[in-house]
């Protein structure tokens, strides 16, 4: 099974911190993605990674920015958090090489901002 | 942009009666998935139907597709307790290639009561 793991479930931070939410899968999938999740929107999609050292912007990129230099890791940067960032941070991964890519995700990181 | 949107947002039924979740998309699609994801957890992919399928089962799931309406209809069948989570509809576009990129509506939140 593949298993996508998101290095905190909770996290509180204060505005201007520059924050870090990592995330690592297990099946050497080469798409990574970064959602954000907030109660009536469903899931917008930040920032993805079709491979290695390569990034594309989702639909609101804004106050983000992503690192991926290794296949099994995305991570997620807030270079400098603020209120309206609080939210649910969800990481996914999905692969060319299975049929029809069904994402597979995280348990997601609940981000406080205060 | 949000792609799906989902109808109804919120349905509350009696454990043994059967649920219906309804998603809209705008623009053409190779495929369409769904994924449920319970409280606090991330999502977990359902059941994805091609754009030339009309309907697909798995278990107590159906889904339907109808491309001239661009809809999607998730049906469960003799509902369960189990089956409280929320129901999110995906899409790809046609142009999104190999990168897995999925844009997801805002959810269906089901309560099965027992």
């Known amino acids: 099974d593949v298993k996508v793991t998101q290095s905190s479930r909770y996290l509180v931070k204060r505005t201007g911190e520059k924050v870090f939410l990592e995330c690592v899968q297990d099946?050497?999938?080469?798409?990574m993605f970064w959602y954000r999740q907030d109660p009536g929107l469903g899931l917008r999609l930040i920032y993805f990674?079709?491979?290695?050292?390569?990034?594309e912007k989702g639909d609101i990129p804004e106050g983000y920015s992503v690192s991926r230099e290794k296949k099994e890791r995305f991570s997620l940067i807030l270079e400098s958090a603020s209120t309206n960032q609080t939210s649910r941070y969800l990481c996914?991964?999905?692969?060319?090489?299975?049929?029809?890519?069904?994402?597979?995700f995280g348990d997601g990181t609940r981000l406080s901002i205060l | 942009s949000q792609q799906g949107e989902e109808d109804p947002q919120a349905l509350s039924i009696q454990e043994g009666e059967n649920a219906t979740m309804n998603c809209s998309y705008k623009?053409?699609?190779?495929?369409l998935q769904w994924y449920r994801q319970n409280s606090g957890r991330g999502l977990v992919h359902l059941i994805l139907?091609?754009?030339?399928?009309r309907e697909k089962h798995s278990g107590r799931l159906r889904v339907t597709l109808d491309t001239s309406k661009k809809s999607s209809s998730l049906l469960i069948t003799a509902s369960r307790a189990a089956d409280t989570a929320s129901y999110f509809c995906?899409?790809?576009?046609?142009?999104?290639?190999?990168?897995?990129?999925?844009?997801f509506g805002q959810g269906t939140t089901l309560q099965v009561k027992p």
């Open positions: 996914a991964s999905s692969s060319p090489r299975v049929s029809n890519q069904p994402q597979h």
């Open positions: 099946m050497d999938h080469e798409n």
């Open positions: 990674s079709y491979d290695v050292k390569m990034k």
């Open positions: 623009t053409s699609i190779n495929n």
């Open positions: 139907i091609r754009s030339n399928e």
């Open positions: 995906a899409t790809d576009g046609k142009g999104s290639g190999n990168t897995g990129k999925l844009i």
